[in-house]
């Protein structure tokens, strides 16, 4: 029979949980697998995010000539301008963003790593990948040229 320090032990070492690697690239454990790697994508982001934003704006312009209330040209250079301005930060925020998505966490280069069951949703759309853990806190990958199947894996994994 073991001893009761022994048993405790073991009850450590099957319960222990270990935080996932702060560093890049992330050391990974015995059992953790790379499932996706890689890096903001600028045309997936061009093609996918920015080109359905100038849809939308098109779209809105359309629409509101059709019902009568035509948009004031300074009312569109004002929402133009501030849309290049958005997308100016927005790469400059993102451009050198690199991800490691394992069967375990999920890796940024120079943040904190998010353990996979701590992702509560998965949401997004064209190159967006957005995760969500508690108190509403989470990752963006962006620029993701296979969004799509990285969303589907990660809410595979929650199912």
């Known amino acids: ?25 992330p050391v990974l454990i ?28 098109f779209l809105i312009i359309v629409l509101s000539n059709a019902i009568g209330h035509p948009i004031k040209i300074e009312g569109i ?10 997308a100016i930060i927005i790469f400059l925020m993102y451009n050198k963003q690199s991800w490691i998505i394992t069967n375990r966490a999920v890796y940024l280069k120079k943040r904190r790593p998010m353990l996979s069951s701590s ?9 967006t990948v957005r995760l969500i853990g508690g108190w509403g806190t989470g990752i963006t990958l962006l620029g993701v040229e296979n969004a799509s199947e990285i969303r589907q894996y990660l809410q595979g994994k929650k199912s």
């Open 119 to 127: 992702i509560r949703k998965v949401v997004g759309f064209g190159s």
């Open 30 to 57: 015995k059992n953790e697998t790379i499932s996706f790697e890689g890096k903001f994508n600028k045309s997936a982001w061009l093609h996918k995010n920015v080109t359905f934003s100038a849809l939308a704006f």
């Open 1 to 25: 029979m073991s001893s009761f320090k022994e048993q405790a032990d073991q009850f450590i070492e099957d319960v222990t949980i270990i935080q996932p690697s702060n560093e890049w690239p």
């Open 77 to 86: 250079g004002f929402v133009v301008l501030l849309s290049i301005f958005g």
